[in-house]
């Protein structure tokens, strides 16, 4: 195994901690302690594999890893990094069609499966397009599933070169590290592709900032087709801390994680936040070992920060701001409890401050610079913003654009701000659109409207977050249809076999007439008064 150079690419920082700690823990994931050398190895020995069954011109330079929560995983995501392929996660908790439609959109042509993936493999591979290299390294025997698709290449653990196989490849620094598709408000998820140089200049920023080293023990609380998954990984292994993923007992109940995973870190939305606070899991003191508490993915609320820097005396809180196109986040603020109450708007705490080398330009609806202290749409540019959208020139052009007087390209968040005016730090209103947040994850509701009409065979569908836990943020959704008497049950059953489960929508409601405002648009702040009046 040929040691690869100091290409400063994703990869590079978990090679140089293998090197250096090989025998402390990389991953601690079911049970399962696995040292640096360890997870280094397997991820080569994928790595190796991949390259001798997919070399070639024709071969896509991304790899899908379907599975989660496992040591296969996690060897898949850093196998595809030192195949020189960036890595495209797919959940098998999404629904299948949504799956397959990822799959083949990304143009992947292998995939690494684990036993979570492999119960839906059949279903999302069945009469794919193209023939797929499917690596299962978790199974001794796939001669039966072979059987079962002739068309693809299937290998199982036996199969597999060893490590000493692998040689390393140049990669670029421009080349996708990852793809990960957002909601789409067509309807069709958006794949965001992220490179190496852009993820490396969030990592260096957390590292730097946090001080991180090899005795520090992350939480692991998204999945990873959530782009926060990324900081807990590769922020961890940039300086040999360990990487601790909690059990499907241990997620519902954080407070035995957080004890009895010795955690330093942690990092979460802040809905995690709000149920610890509501099971009585955030009593004083309660968390000594912790030495930063973060929170990302949706707006942050005061009386959860509070609660946590009380549970956790010796740990700094921060709030971390940012979308996916600009690499995971990309501005931050540090909870300080005599000064930062006063800074707080609307109940949720300032998003503060951009990362080094990140410019904040927040515009009117012309694109042109608002004063300072002035409410406008939020726009980044910087080292960590994105190439753009996968095989989506229009929508890519949309977003990623040159304002009036600049010359460089920024990011149009969506994200209502306040400009900072120096003595009060930039707060965050809520979107400009239709855009919210579930459970952290982003969720255009168009793309929900778009099923819910579909599957109740109307004109007009209205999808709502409800109920609200913040700004832009909600518990889940309820769509409204434009209708007399449709059998709401089937409709939600036919839009959840489509949606992930956050997305789905919890209620449908028929009404024989949508309220509309005095444009003719249907009246959206009417019927959240509707569901309001229910609640009451």
């Not at 989660?68 to 098998?92: E, I, K, M």
């Not at 025997?141 to 199982?156: E, N, Y």
């Not at 076999?497 to 405002?517: D, F, G, K, S, T």
């Amino acid at each position: 195994m040929r040691v690869p150079d100091a290409t400063r690419t994703l990869r590079a920082g978990f090679l140089a901690s293998a090197e250096r700690f090989p025998q402390r823990p990389a991953l601690e994931v079911d049970g399962e302690t696995v040292s640096y050398a360890a997870l280094r190895d397997r991820a080569a020995s994928l790595a190796a594999t991949l390259a001798k069954h997919d070399a070639g011109e024709a071969a896509a330079p991304l790899t899908a890893v379907f599975g989660q929560r496992s040591s296969c995983v996690f060897a898949g995501v850093l196998a595809s990094l030192l195949r020189g392929h960036g890595y495209v996660p797919l959940n098998p908790g999404f629904p299948v069609d949504r799956t397959r439609q990822m799959l083949e959109r990304s143009g992947c042509r292998a995939l690494i499966v684990d036993a979570h993936g492999l119960r839906h493999l059949e279903d999302v591979v069945r009469d794919f397009p193209v023939s797929l290299l499917l690596l299962l390294p978790d199974e001794d025997d796939v001669s039966d599933l072979a059987k079962s698709l002739p068309q693809h290449t299937l290998l199982g653990r036996d199969a597999l070169l060893p490590a000493a196989a692998w040689e390393s490849a140049p990669v670029d620094e421009d080349a996708v590290a990852y793809l990960l598709f957002t909601s789409g408000s067509t309807g069709i998820p958006k794949g965001v592709k992220v490179a190496h140089r852009n993820v490396v200049a969030f990592v260096d920023a957390m590292v730097e900032r946090y001080q991180i080293d090899e005795n520090d023990r992350f939480s692991q609380t998204f999945d990873l087709t959530f782009d926060l998954s990324v900081f807990d990984m590769f922020v961890a292994w940039e300086r040999g801390a360990c990487l601790c993923v909690p059990t499907q007992a241990q997620k519902m109940l954080p407070q035995k994680y957080v004890e009895q995973s010795h955690l330093t870190i942690w990092f979460s939305v802040p809905s995690t936040g709000v149920l610890m606070k509501r099971l009585r899991m955030l009593k004083p003191g309660l968390y000594p070992s912790l030495r930063f508490s973060l929170f990302c993915g949706e707006a942050l609320p005061v009386e959860v920060v509070e609660a946590f820097a009380a549970a956790a005396p010796a740990s700094t809180v921060e709030n971390l701001y940012g979308p996916t196109e600009l690499t995971i986040a990309c501005t931050l603020y540090r909870w300080d409890p005599e000064r930062s109450p006063a800074e707080c708007e609307l109940g949720v705490v300032p998003i503060g401050d951009p990362y080094p080398g990140m410019e904040v330009l927040v515009v009117d609806e012309e694109l042109r610079e608002v004063a300072p202290g002035e409410t406008g749409e939020l726009l980044m540019t910087g080292p960590q913003l994105t190439p753009g959208y996968l095989d989506d020139p229009e929508k890519t052009a949309a977003a990623f654009v040159v304002p009036p007087g600049r010359e460089c390209t920024f990011y149009r968040t969506g994200d209502r701000v306040r400009r900072s005016d120096g003595a009060a730090p930039m707060v965050y209103l809520g979107r400009v659109d239709n855009q919210i947040k579930i459970q952290g994850y982003r969720v255009e509701l168009g793309e929900i409207e778009s099923v819910v009409r579909e599957e109740a065979g109307v004109d007009v569908a209205i999808a709502l977050g409800w109920p609200r836990t913040g700004a832009g943020s909600a518990e889940g959704v309820v769509a409204f249809v434009q209708a007399g008497d449709l059998d709401t049950t089937g409709i939600q059953e036919r839009a959840r076999a489509r949606l992930p489960n956050y997305m789905a929508p919890r209620e449908v409601r028929c009404l024989a007439e949508l309220p509309l405002n005095p444009n003719g648009k249907v009246d959206r702040k009417a019927l959240l008064e509707i569901l309001a009046a229910a609640k009451a």
